[in-house]
């Protein structure tokens, strides 16, 4: 057995041997201290009897020391009065202090005479005989009595034994199944009510913080349920946000379809327009879609050593070509010891997206810059523009899909979709993406896994550039 095979001290295992071992234990005692309180109910004699047989002991001394054997014969008229059994009294020497013999039957029964502390049986088929020495003088003579009925321990005996070997362990085996009930079905209850719920389409249940803060595997799993719950009611709203926003999107394009093919244009003019138009919703679908795939795909990506530099070198001549913008106005502050580990289409997606909304937002003239620096098994990188950043309060809503800060219409540049894409694309690759205002512009900031690799970075600096492959221009 391993050592990481062996349940955590927080492990629903210890709870349940603790349980287990407290009830072996727990029925151990019982059957020891019942077994010995028992014992003494059905074999020994009670209080009662011991006082009353002491009693009659105590009396019949005071006669004999009275009157002697005259004393002993009117005290024996008396008990016989009380006691339809055999009484006698004795002397050390085994002979009757009455004044009538004993009988040879009644010698030999005081061959073997039990006292109050014996135990006491019908084994023999009859009641027993006891002795009982005067109290105050034990060789001057006892008492012999063959005992009451009355005084016969054990004559609830089966009841007894029915309580104790039936009732009392039925009632602690009641008392394991509750425990074990409240231990693992309880919360095994919630965990189906929740998922009973779920298939009700009500994604919004979730566990009492009673299952959730269970430190065992039960309360691991109530977690895990919860975070599910909590995924799988982000993913349909996310699924019907972007439904909703997508066909508002899609109205207003169809919208100038519309009213192009009913005007009197020319034909070249028609067909510029309906092209135009096509080209946007092409690029929202496909926007839209992308976000969603980066949502809701959960299968990792092949990662691999990425040099930033050479990245955002490919990545600044598709931009300059398609904006306009001189190369000088793009600065790279990261140099060629920036390797990340990560997946090259979608780390060139998400950073193409945000260097071309910094190209969109800042003003003519003005300058984009990426920088970084090392931080651990990470790296820092962001990304600054001049375009005058955006209000504190929106500086997380830039991120959501379909928001378009500067009031612009749909498709005139983009549609509020590639910051979404380009946050989603970081964090499948383990990362991060945040915005902050840097009082100048807006800087959006990146932190990626570092690649540690030396040997396979060494082996791969001798490539060119990385081509990107299936990663297309994004407009946002």
Request: hydrophobic share 40%; with cysteine.
């Amino acid at each position: 057995m391993k050592w990481s095979d062996v349940p955590g001290r927080h492990s629903l295992f210890w709870k349940l041997a603790c349980l287990l071992v407290a009830f072996c234990l727990l029925m151990i005692w019982l059957s020891w201290s019942w077994g010995r309180y028992m014992e003494k109910k059905n074999l020994f004699l009670s209080d009662e009897a011991r006082g009353t047989l002491t009693r009659y002991a105590a009396e019949a001394e005071r006669a004999w020391n009275e009157q002697q054997s005259a004393g002993i014969d009117a005290w024996l008229r008396r008990i016989g009065q009380h006691e339809s059994t055999w009484v006698g009294v004795i002397g050390g020497d085994l002979q009757s202090l009455s004044s009538y013999p004993l009988a040879n039957q009644e010698i030999q029964r005081l061959t073997f005479l039990r006292g109050l502390d014996w135990p006491v049986s019908r084994r023999n088929q009859g009641l027993p005989w006891l002795k009982i020495p005067f109290p105050n003088d034990p060789s001057a003579g006892s008492l012999v009595i063959e005992l009451p009925q009355r005084f016969m321990p054990g004559r609830y005996r089966v009841f007894w034994r029915v309580i104790t070997n039936g009732v009392i362990p039925g009632l602690f085996t009641l008392l394991l199944c509750v425990g074990l009930y409240r231990l693992l079905v309880v919360p095994l209850n919630s965990l189906r009510e929740q998922a009973n719920a779920w298939r009700a389409d009500q994604l919004t249940v979730r566990l009492s913080s009673r299952t959730t803060n269970r430190s065992d595997e039960l309360g691991e799993l109530g977690r895990a349920f919860d975070h599910m719950a909590e995924r799988l009611q982000s993913t349909v709203a996310l699924q019907q946000q972007l439904l909703r926003d997508l066909s508002h999107e899609l109205r207003t394009p169809l919208s100038r379809l519309r009213v192009a093919s009913e005007s009197e244009q020319s034909l070249g003019q028609l067909r510029e327009r309906i092209g135009r138009e096509v080209d946007g919703m092409q690029r929202l679908v496909e926007d839209a879609l992308q976000l969603a795939w980066l949502d809701t795909e959960r299968a990792p990506l092949p990662d691999e050593a990425i040099q930033v530099q050479a990245l955002w070198e490919m990545l600044t001549e598709n931009a300059c070509y398609e904006s306009g913008w001189p190369v000088g106005q793009l600065h790279c502050a990261v140099d060629a010891s920036c390797w990340v580990r990560g997946h090259l289409n979608t780390l060139a997606q998400a950073l193409e997206n945000i260097l071309r909304n910094a190209i969109r937002h800042s003003p003519k003239g003005g300058v984009v810059t990426l920088g970084g620096r090392r931080d651990g098994d990470f790296w820092h990188l962001w990304l600054e523009d001049e375009g005058g950043g955006v209000a504190d309060e929106d500086l997380e809503r830039i991120f959501s899909p379909f928001i378009r800060l500067d009031g612009s219409r749909p498709g005139d540049g983009g549609f509020g979709l590639g910051l979404s894409i380009a946050r989603n694309a970081v964090q499948r690759q383990g990362g991060r993406l945040w915005a902050e205002n840097t009082g100048r512009g807006l800087r959006l900031n990146m932190r990626l896994v570092t690649e540690n690799d030396g040997i396979f970075k060494d082996a791969i600096a001798s490539r060119p550039a990385p081509t990107l492959g299936v990663c297309k221009p994004q407009i946002v």
